[in-house]
Nanobody, 127 residues
């Protein structure tokens, strides 16, 4: 049994920062560390797109080009939480952000590769 809940979204101005959190409720508790975690986003009228992921084995991270140097993913397995630090936000970052998780892969950039999803949190960046 696993559930994920995002938080931290909001309305900000271009250039501002936000930190998103994705808290996991998993049973057994210690299994969170075995999940590869990722953030996706979906803007109105667009498909859900990969943003960043973190490997469960060695913590390797991988980013989509548009957020490299601005976004940082991290995880705290003791708190069953993954974070997305977003700096220098742009209006084109506006979207609903979802965390995704799966134990069956180390890296994945397609939504279909992830079996577990949060409900999403809205990020709106004004110009």
């Amino acid at each position: 049994q696993v559930q994920f809940r995002e938080s931290g979204g909001g309305l900000v101005q271009a250039g501002d920062s936000l930190r998103l959190s994705c808290a996991a409720s998993v049973r057994p508790v210690r299994t969170f560390s075995r999940y590869t975690m990722a953030w996706f986003r979906q803007a109105p009228g667009k498909e859900r797109e990969f943003v960043v992921g973190i490997d469960w084995i060695d913590g390797s991270t991988y980013y989509t080009d548009s957020v490299k140097g601005r976004f940082t993913i991290s995880r705290d397995n003791a708190k069953n939480t993954v974070y997305l630090q977003m700096n220098s936000l742009k209006p084109e970052d506006t979207a609903v952000y979802y965390c995704a998780a799966d134990t069956r892969l180390r890296t994945g950039t397609f939504p279909a590769q992830y079996a577990n999803w949060g409900q999403g949190t809205q990020v709106t960046v004004s110009s």
